[in-house]
Structure formats: C-alpha cells, structure tokens
C-alpha cells in the first residue's frame, strides 16, 4: 500500500508541473546592444545597465520596454513577449495541469535574444 501511495504521490508532481516551469529559468538572457556600436546606458524594469550587455529580462506576459538615457538614442524600445514553443510540447505532454502551471508561473513566455537600440 505504501508504494502505491508513493506513486501516486509520485504521478501527480509529475502531473502539476509544466515542462517551460522546468526548463526555463524565471529570467531570460537578452544582448542589448546599440546600433551605432557604441556604449549605452539604460534600464529594464527599473534595473540599470550599461551596454553593450547581456541583460536579464524577468520572464512576463508583459511587453518590456528598454529605456536608455544615451543621447543620440531611441529614448524606448520596445520588445514583445512570445509564448515559448516548450509550452506547446507541454499541452501534448502534461495536458491542462502542467500548462496552468507554465501560465501560472510565467515561466512559458520568452523575449527575442538580442535586441538592438536605434541610434544615431
């Protein structure tokens, strides 16, 4: 009885967890760079950088918007947040409760690798 109840238990923490919840890390890292190749100086939600760099975007369903205070540079830069494609392997692999749990989680959504800020 007690290994039944031991996989069991075992079955349903596989279950409830979603595979972009493993694979991806709450952050991701994205080359900010300028156009021109020249140093910049900015920030992501509220945390400074001085590029060019790798930043580390907090994975969201939001939008982020690299604000940078370089004259001669885009003041805002906008980049999009996708659904990651682990989060589609999940729904054939892990059904509804791993993919609430990549939802839940915000783990399932990515950002572009690099991303490039105009300027002069």
Do not use: H
């Not at 979603?18 to 100086?41: E, H, R, Y």
């Not at 400074?48 to 939001?62: I, S």
């Not at 205070?69 to 409760?97: H, P, Q, R």
Request: charged share 15%; with cysteine.
């Amino acid at each position: 009885m007690k290994k039944l109840n031991a996989l069991a238990l075992l079955a349903v923490a596989v279950l409830s967890t979603g595979c972009a919840s493993i694979l991806n890390d709450p952050t991701q890292a994205v080359n900010v760079t300028s156009s021109n190749g020249k140093p910049i100086t900015g920030s992501v939600d509220g945390k400074p950088f001085t590029g060019p760099a790798v930043v580390q975007f907090t994975r969201a369903k939001a939008d982020k918007v690299v604000t940078v205070e370089t004259a001669g540079c885009a003041k805002n830069t906008a980049v999009a947040s996708s659904v990651d494609s682990k989060f589609f392997i999940n729904i054939l692999s892990g059904g509804a409760f791993g993919s609430t749990t990549d939802y839940s989680t915000e783990r399932m959504w990515k950002y572009a690798d690099s991303v490039v800020v105009s300027c002069q």
